[in-house]
């Protein structure tokens, strides 16, 4: 059975620091990884991916992947209160499903 | 961008009804996918379909179906509802990059 696991929230920030949220994966052939939004009552929403060990940044986001350590974050820079929603994890790997984490719950104090 | 359209937001049905959960993507894709997701469980896949007529069962498919007659429209069925299925239903496709768009979702409960 394929397992993602994130860190259990919630997850509390005030306004302007940086939110880090941690994802780990079973599945060693895992090839790609992903990073969605939900707001609550709303449907996920993609807003990074990750192939290739390192950082990938985009705006306040960067995505981390260290595939020894089967390993995957996120960290959002100058958190802002419309960051607050659940981050859920999911990787792929040799098919085309994705298996989700259970989400972390980010709240951004103002 | 890929849109993905669920037919209904909101919907109340009676136990032991005959369910139908509707959902269309514009974008050719070839796979699909049924999630339902509930607190502190997650998204569970349901079923999955990776072409016309063509679908596989998910981690959860006890008392559901598919159909899937056309490319872009991927039908989930509870045969007969239960409460136990009570519970936000999320439609998939692939997006880019082999990420899901995800439809708004189908919030269902069963009295």
């Known amino acids: 059975q394929k397992e993602v696991e994130q860190n259990s929230g919630p997850l509390s920030v005030p306004e302007g620091a940086i939110a880090s949220l941690n994802c780990t994966y079973s599945?060693?052939?895992?090839?790609?990884f992903f990073w969605y939004r939900q707001y609550s009552g709303k449907s996920p929403e993609l807003i990074m991916f990750?192939?290739?060990?390192g950082d990938k940044e985009d705006g306040r986001f960067t995505a981390q992947l260290n595939k020894a350590s089967q390993y995957v974050s996120l960290l959002i820079r100058d958190s802002q209160p419309s960051d607050s929603a659940t981050y859920l994890c999911?990787?792929?790997?040799?098919?085309?499903?994705?298996?989700f984490g259970k989400g972390t719950l980010l709240t951004v104090n103002p | 961008d890929v849109k993905v359209t669920q037919s209904s937001r909101y919907l109340v049905k009676r136990t032991g009804e005959k369910v139908f959960l509707e959902c269309v993507q514009d974008?050719?894709?070839?796979?699909m996918f049924w999630y339902r997701q509930d607190p502190g469980l997650g998204l569970r896949l349901i079923y999955f379909?990776?072409?016309?007529?063509?679908?596989e069962k998910g981690d959860i498919p006890e008392g559901y179906s598919v159909s899937r007659e056309k490319k872009e429209r991927f039908s989930l069925i509870l045969e007969s509802a239960s409460t136990n299925q009570t519970s936000m239903y999320l439609c998939?496709?692939?997006?880019?990059?082999?990420?899901?768009?995800f439809g708004s979702g189908t919030r269902l409960t069963v009295v």
């Open positions: 998939a496709t692939h997006g880019t990059n082999y990420g899901y768009t």
């Open positions: 599945d060693r052939g895992s090839q790609s």
């Open positions: 379909s990776y072409d016309v007529k063509m679908k």
């Open positions: 999911a990787v792929r790997g040799s098919n085309y499903k994705l298996t």
């Open positions: 974008m050719d894709h070839e796979n």
């Open positions: 990750i192939y290739s060990n």
